[in-house]
């Protein structure tokens, strides 16, 4: 009988950019990694014209590039994405989370991570408030639970995956980061998506928990993007992401040489705090709406306030002025990985048969 190396993960598919964080069940790995979501298809055979008469899929596959062939597909992601056709963030799909979508962003990103060409991943992930229901989180869990033989940049792999529990997204964030008493919320910012948790401790109040899928840190990629295209430039969304991440460093922009003149590098930090600024307001506005209570300002009910995502590296000064109690954990990009994770590596303690597929 062979054995798979077995390692614990908290996965996340995220709207713009996906994460797993993985740990060995001995203990002795420990790694986190996040990529853009965009996948895209085509044929890998046309990507030998790169090398010579004998060269193979591996020979031609190249650093940053990411390709997965599975039942019968050719998937490209991460640099790859451009040679590929249909790219796509299946934004707006529910089936993106219990289809092809997930399931190749999972596979991807353990093969990033993990050497083996054989193991197994047990797996705690999340749904959206909005699509979080019974009849979902079984679809999902069906889906990603599953046995894979595929080829990873040309080499066969082999993963035995089982999905323990599919948490509400944020609910990572306050595993990780949250009170274990008293009434808590979280904002989770991410590309195209804001979720609003509240719970007593760590248990969830439902009926003020809600998500939107109008606001995320996406309206400041649409600004970058935008700004660009007036100056005869178009960007994509990861080179976009680029200039928000240099932004969000600090960076001082420099003018840009562009076909339609040079752009002024201050009109770019003037488009992303315009834009920022904006999506804050609605964040507001939109968990005034949810957490409502007549004659209390938004929020004054919780004793903490996480805000988690990525979209917390553009918002937290903002939130924190409008919001009270506002708490951002180190790295809030990864919060909910994190959770996921812990959440992993305690389920059997809890649930005696959460790894039977």
């Not at 991570?113 to 705690?124: E, G, P, S, W």
């Not at 997204?169 to 998506?193: K, M, S």
């Not at 994509?236 to 040489?257: C, L």
Request: net charge negative; hydrophobic share 40%.
């Amino acid at each position: 009988m062979n054995f798979y190396p077995t390692f614990y993960g908290g996965f996340d598919p995220g709207s713009g950019r996906a994460g797993l964080k993985l740990v060995s069940d001995r203990g002795d790995f420990e790694q986190v990694l996040t990529i853009d979501s965009q996948i895209a298809t085509g044929n890998a055979d046309n990507l030998l014209a790169r090398g010579d008469i004998n060269a193979t899929i591996a020979d031609v596959v190249r650093p940053g590039e990411s390709l997965i062939q599975f039942n019968g597909a050719d998937y490209y992601l991460q640099d790859l994405v451009q040679e590929g056709r249909n790219a796509s963030y299946a934004l707006g799909n529910p089936a993106r989370y219990w289809g092809s979508h997930a399931l190749v962003l999972l596979l991807t990103l353990a093969c990033e991570m993990i050497h083996d060409r054989d193991f197994t991943l047990r797996i705690v992930t999340a749904l959206p408030v909005s699509l979080y229901t019974k009849e979902n989180r079984q679809r999902m869990k069906e889906a990603l639970t599953r046995a894979c033989h595929f080829k990873y940049n040309g080499i066969q792999r082999s993963a035995r995956i089982s999905v323990g529990y599919v948490c509400m997204e944020g609910q990572g964030a306050l595993i990780h980061a949250g009170l274990a008493e008293g009434d808590q919320a979280l904002v989770d910012i991410g590309e195209r998506t804001t979720d609003l948790v509240a719970a007593n401790g760590q248990k969830l109040i439902v009926s003020q928990c809600e998500g939107n899928h109008e606001l995320g840190i996406g309206m400041i990629t649409d600004a970058v993007i935008a700004l660009y295209k007036r100056y005869g430039r178009v960007l994509s969304i990861p080179k976009a992401h680029d200039v928000m991440n240099r932004w969000a460093m600090g960076e001082q922009f420099a003018d840009v040489a562009m076909p339609n003149g040079t752009l002024p590098g201050h009109m770019i930090s003037a488009a992303i705090d315009k834009a920022r600024r904006a999506l804050a307001r609605d964040i507001v506005s939109f968990a005034g709406s949810v957490w409502n209570v007549e004659g209390e300002s938004v929020g004054q009910r919780f004793d903490q306030i996480t805000v988690a995502g990525g979209g917390a590296y553009y918002l937290d000064d903002l939130l924190s002025g409008s919001l009270p109690r506002v708490m951002v954990p180190a790295k809030p990009e990864d919060a909910n990985l994190s959770g996921y994770l812990e959440l992993a590596r305690s389920l059997e303690h809890k649930i005696a048969d959460a790894w039977v597929a």
